[in-house]
T-cell receptor
Framework: AQTVTQSQPEMSVQEAETVTLSCTYDTSESDYYLFWYKQPPSRQMILVIRQEAYKQQNATENRFSVNFQKAAKSFSLKISDSQLGDAAMYFCAFVTNAGKSTFGDGTTLTVKP | DTGVSQNPRHKITKRGQNVTFRCDPISEHNRLYWYRQTLGQGPEFLTYFQNEAQLEKSRLLSDRFSAERPKGSFSTLEIQRTEQGDSAMYLC????????????FGPGTRLTVL
């Protein structure tokens, strides 16, 4: 069984600054995917960024990038130039090839103007 | 087709009643997943389908819970004899074939058991 740990229940960042959200996981599998999802208040979950475990290169999507350390089983999310619209709950998810997902308990991100 | 839809969005019921939720995935998505999310926690996997076949069920899915996807399109999740502990957000997600496991989530059905 997989476990996902997000050790920061809450984080805050000043608008236009950079923030990093932490995620660690535990698995015995070698082939899997890692995702970061964003869940705004009372709104549905949307994908932020995806990383395939077999790829060494860290994924990047515009202002969002990850630091994937497979040996350390670490998968952090960096948000650059933070915007007010980035305020949400962020979930890290471990996903098997079958698509079964294990989520962390989330990090609530507050963006201060 | 604009995304995964779920109905109803909210359901309030009395303990002991049965409830049924519906999920309509994105067209052509062959995999459909159900999750349960309680306040302050991440979603927990319940079950998933590939077309009409239910391939895996979590041990969280007690015998009071049943899910179906009869024609490989929409799915229903039924909870019998609801308990207060069943109060949660029930999320549905779907995935396209040959995708990088990207799941598209619906808005969820919030269940409150009184």
């Amino acid at each position: 069984a997989q476990t996902v740990t997000q050790s920061q229940p809450e984080m805050s960042v000043q608008e236009a600054e950079t923030v990093t959200l932490s995620c660690t996981y535990d698995t015995s599998e070698s082939d899997y995917y890692l995702f970061w999802y964003k869940q705004p208040p009372s709104r549905q979950m949307i994908l932020v960024i995806r990383q395939e475990a077999y790829k060494q290169q860290n994924a990047t999507e515009n202002r969002f990038s990850v630091n994937f350390q497979k040996a350390a089983k670490s998968f952090s999310l960096k948000i650059s130039d933070s915007q007010l619209g980035d305020a949400a709950m962020y979930f890290c998810a471990f996903v098997t090839n079958a698509g079964k997902s294990t989520f962390g308990d989330g990090t609530t991100l507050t963006v201060k103007p | 087709d604009t995304g995964v839809s779920q109905n109803p969005r909210h359901k309030i019921t009395k303990r002991g009643q049965n409830v049924t939720f519906r999920c309509d995935p994105i067209s052509e998505h062959n995999r459909l997943y159900w999750y349960r999310q309680t306040l302050g926690q991440g979603p927990e996997f319940l079950t998933y389908f590939q077309n009409e076949a239910q391939l895996e069920k979590s041990r969280l899915l007690s015998d009071r819970f049943s899910a179906e996807r009869p024609k490989g399109s929409f799915s229903t999740l039924e909870i019998q004899r609801t308990e207060q502990g069943d109060s949660a957000m029930y999320l549905c997600a779907s995935r396209a074939p040959l995708s990088y496991n990207e799941q598209f989530f619906g808005p969820g059905t919030r269940l409150t058991v009184l």
